[in-house]
């Protein structure tokens, strides 16, 4: 069962060969007997997903049309999920149990799916490799001696390890679709404002947005099916009509147009990950579609802009864990400013405080115009340069990450390093517009993801793109090895 | 541009953040690597361009003027780490 895509899932509970509670307990029994060499599961729910599946199998047998109905899924930590501990990574919040579930985690429950348990992270979702997870590192399936990527590597390693068929993700910089790109999945992050940022922990909340992992385009429009609603609980959230993702799926892209930014293959891109992606978008060309040569020339302010205004972001946002209202608190404070400062430093781990105190810097009096004011300038031209763009293409297409799966420690104490490898994704995030990765061969046996970015709402078609590559090539159905 | 221990120990105290003198001196080291990056921002043309706060250019969005929540306070405060009379305790503030 576990092999099997969600669109083969669904046909299958639909047909009886199995029901959900036969098929949760297959997921739940893998993961609590392999999930030790990944370490991709925080909390497993196993009483809540039975639960859930013996509801989901009775509007199975009343002719419940949901697709996800029966289906499990898992949830990434940074997800607030009603009496069941949502630790985002952070020794901050190990004890907290959050009052209320997010909006994504009651669109799932609407639809009927099945949740298995909450993912690894990176600590507050700030990380490339899930190395900053108060819970330990979490391991690649297709190498255990490397990281997944990150933040949502938990995530990333739970499907690719066929522990659960789907999974949530969250993606601030690139922390959905570099962990696609390195453990071989489809991942998207739909437009900014198209997906409900209710309940889940803010890190950079101009940027984040929630999407998924899943091994197929076509699971991934099933999920975003479900996930995608206008909330007015979330005020950046965009009220926009909600579509059928599955609908376009049988489109040919005779007359799309990809464009190829030439600043997405200079230095820094490992060389066998470009011909990775070079061959992939010849095999679009077979598929009809036109390929066009396009600059997008502030990508070299990408990487500076986001780390001026997501820590910045970060600094205010994380202001709300002070030790008295939820949260770690230190033990016998002398005073409030000492329960404050001893809380918070005891309980977020070193890159969490890097970027509070760099977020603190940019803010700072003297010091606001010329960062955080100029990095929000320099967004606007990133944003231009797309809004540019697509008035020629229609999709555009690069790799994902500049290189496959590094082994633990490879970054060492440089944090420049870390964020160079979301060189490719982060633009996406700035100018808030829809990006997807799916696997497109391996090298050093590591996956190599390839990244298509939409115009705003383009989501259908960027599912549609993948989901023809994954028709015409079967790097998706390629698995980490020992999984099957 | 740099910033040095002392320079790390105001921001820590600005952040709320304790932070050790041996942890400040790595976090000098690091973050000066961070603001060198960032420093290539100073270089780009930027005269004229409107700052950019919300991707699609949104405005806040607001509701109507009526209640919404529940009374949700023993809920709320079962997780806080001491409570008393239905209030948070911190530290006595005034003498």
């Keep these: 069962m576990h092999t099997k895509t969600i669109a083969q899932l669904v046909s299958g509970l639909r047909s009886k060969a199995f029901s959900s509670v036969e098929l949760t307990r297959h997921y739940l029994d893998r993961i609590n007997s392999l999930d030790s060499k990944y370490n991709s599961f925080v909390t497993v729910t196993d009483d ?132 696609a790109a390195l453990c071989g999945l489809t991942g998207i992050k739909p437009t900014y404002g198209r997906v409900s940022r209710w309940g889940m922990i803010a890190f950079a909340s101009s940027l984040d947005q929630a999407g998924t992992l899943t091994h197929t385009a076509e699971d991934a429009a099933i999920m975003l ?191 420049v390093a870390m964020y160079l490898e979301d060189i490719y994704t982060i633009a996406t995030n700035l100018a808030g517009l829809p990006g997807l990765s799916i696997p497109c061969g391996l090298v050093d046996n590591k996956p190599v993801g390839l990244q298509l970015i939409g115009n705003y709402f383009a989501e259908s078609r960027l599912l549609n793109a993948a989901h023809q590559f994954q028709l015409a090539t079967d790097f998706h159905q390629q698995l980490a090895p020992e999984t099957a | 541009m740099a910033v040095d221990q002392s320079d790390i120990e105001k921001l820590a105290e600005l952040a709320r953040l304790e932070i050790s003198p041996e942890a400040a001196s790595a976090a000098a080291q690091s973050i000066s690597q961070v603001l060198e990056l960032v420093g290539q921002l100073q270089a780009a043309d930027t005269s004229g361009v409107t700052p950019m706060a919300h991707p699609l250019d949104a405005v806040q969005r607001l509701r109507a003027d009526e209640v919404t929540e529940t009374d949700q306070r023993s809920s709320l405060q079962a997780m806080a780490p001491a409570i008393e009379d239905g209030l948070y305790l911190v530290p006595r503030v005034v003498e």
Aim: hydrophobic share 40%.
């Design chain 1, 48 to 179: 809540i997903a039975l639960a859930q599946a013996e509801a989901a199998d009775q509007r199975l047998a009343a002719g419940d049309a949901s697709p996800l109905c029966g289906i499990p899924i898992a949830h990434k930590d940074i997800f607030c999920t009603l009496g069941v501990r949502t630790s985002c990574g952070s020794k901050m919040l190990d004890n907290f149990i959050a009052p209320y579930d997010a909006t994504i985690v009651e669109n799932y429950q609407r639809a009927g799916a099945v949740m298995l348990g909450k993912t690894n992270m990176d600590e507050f979702a700030m990380g490339s490799s899930n190395e900053t997870s108060y819970y330990g590192p979490v391991k690649n399936p297709w190498n255990t001696q490397c990281v997944p990527g990150g933040s949502s590597g938990g995530s990333a390693a739970a499907v690719a390890a066929l522990l659960a068929p789907a999974a949530t993700a969250s993606d601030t910089g690139g922390s959905i679709r570099q962990p």
């Design chain 1, 225 to 415: 099916n479900a996930m995608a609603s206008f909330d007015a609980k979330d005020s950046t959230c965009v009220d926009q009509p909600l579509e059928d993702y599955t609908a376009p799926l049988g489109d040919k892209l005779d007359g799309l147009t990809l464009g190829i930014p030439e600043e997405y293959f200079g230095e820094g891109l490992n060389p066998q990950t470009a011909e990775r992606v070079q061959a992939a978008i010849k095999v679009y060309e077979s598929l009809g579609a036109k390929v066009k040569a396009i600059s997008l020339p502030h990508t070299h302010l990408a990487v500076p802009a986001y780390y001026v205004i997501a820590p910045a972001e970060c600094s205010a946002n994380l202001s709300r864990f002070d030790g008295v209202r939820y949260g770690y608190r230190c033990a016998e404070p002398k005073d409030l400013a000492d329960l404050y400062k001893r809380s918070r430093g005891e309980a977020f781990g070193d890159e969490v405080k890097r970027r509070i105190l760099v977020g603190t810097y940019a803010l700072s009096a003297g010091y606001y115009d010329a960062y955080y004011n100029k990095a929000q300038q320099v967004r606007r031209l990133i944003k231009q340069d797309f809004v540019e763009a697509f008035k020629d293409v229609d999709v555009i297409v690069g790799p994902t990450a500049p290189n496959p799966a590094f082994e633990f420690g490879a970054k060492g104490d440089d944090p």
